[in-house]
């Protein structure tokens, strides 16, 4: 059926708007297939056991930092992070691991047994890291008590 004017003519704009309406649904439409499709991973498998466990890394990083905190120094040139503990550690038996995190991918966590030097430090190649956002997270022990410290660098 043709859409007509007092003088006769044919118009387009119904049919026009029609379309429009038509390649809006199906843009939406599109839209929401690929969000569905979308694969959504968790950062960290046991976020949950995680959340349970904050109070007491709280409470590991107000003891490190009460004792000094922990240097953690990222070198783009010489591809290394530097890890110093500070002097009020010395003598003291620390065991522990340093977590490399990944934020956008837990695939690429690596953990890394903490193995201090004479002078309290432990040299961390990042040259096998993909460049991105990485949190070192130190989390050790001098035996009686838990310590804990974070920092967050930028690879290049």
Request: charged content about 25%.
């Amino acid at each position: 059926m043709k859409t007509a004017h007092k003088n006769g003519s044919f118009t387009l704009w119904p049919y026009a708007i029609v379309i429009c309406m038509v390649l809006f649904m199906g843009y939406i439409a599109q839209f929401v297939y690929k969000a569905m499709n979308q694969d959504i991973g968790l950062v960290s498998k046991d976020y949950y056991q995680q959340e349970i466990k904050y109070q007491e890394r709280i409470e590991s990083t107000k003891r490190t930092q009460a004792l000094g905190d922990v240097l953690l120094n990222y070198s783009a040139e010489s591809k290394y992070i530097l890890l110093q503990m500070p002097v009020t550690y010395k003598g003291k038996k620390l065991s522990g691991v340093i977590t490399l995190f990944r934020p956008s991918d837990d695939s690429m966590d690596k953990e890394i047994p903490l193995r201090l030097g004479r002078d309290q430090s432990q040299l961390l190649e990042t040259q096998s890291l993909e460049s991105g956002l990485w949190k070192v997270r130190v989390n050790f022990t001098d035996g009686q008590a838990t310590y804990y410290t974070e920092k967050t660098i930028q690879i290049k």
